[in-house]
């Protein structure tokens, strides 16, 4: 099974449209994760998203929106798509609060192209 | 303001050759620190370093972290060309609001020629 799955893998879409980005984690993890990845490999962290709390980079513009239906889930709707979106987008998970630390496990990642 | 600060940003040496990476980090309430290989998709976990002077070993690939100068390095030793891939820093730290957060370098992309 797959620790952290992301849906679509690849996503063209034109600038205006609204799309969305699903992420769901089997690890039973309390915190998830969403990151860009720009052309030159820069992860650049979004949001980061517990049971009790939305962190947000304050450089992400308000189009970008996560929703958590559950703690497995943590989906990201883009409203309005601009060609600067346009990049691969990784869902991430991690359970830092328990006793042993534990790594983020990634999912594959999900490639926009704005066209 | 970067938080976590990789060096250098690219690198292309010899098969056989050894590679040293850095990280410098700098974050409150500071967790960990850890290290991913990125190939073609999503980034592969390598090690977690909580405890400065203490070396984590994987085969080739070794890491230590020093966090009295907060910053933590990557060995890689006979190099090979599968060894190539953007190598990403990340410090685990705790913000303000109590949340954890994951903060990542901007890798250093490593090509090994033979």
Redesign the interface.
Known sequence: DTAVSQTPKYLVTQMGNDKSIKCEQNLGHD?M?W?KQDS??????MF?Y?NK?L?INETVPNRFSPKSPDKAHLNLHINSLELGDSAVY?C?S?Q??TAM?????????TRLTVV | EDKVVQSPLSLVVHEGDTVTLNCSYEVTNF??L?W?K?EK?????LF?L?SSGIEKKSGRLSSILDKKELFSILNITATQTGDSA?Y?C?A?WY?G????????G??T?LSVIP
Not at chain 1, 101 to 109: D, I, K, M, R, S
Not at chain 2, 41 to 45: L, S, V, Y
């Open positions: 915190t994760y990151y030159k490999k820069f992860l650049k962290i980061s517990n709390e962190i990784f991430a991690s830092p609060r630390n534990t790594e983020a496990f990634f999912g594959q990642g | 967790r960990s850890l991913y990125q998709k999503a980034p592969t976990f977690m909580t953007v990403l990340g685990g913000s609001a109590g949340s954890y957060q994951l903060t990542f901007k890798g992309k």
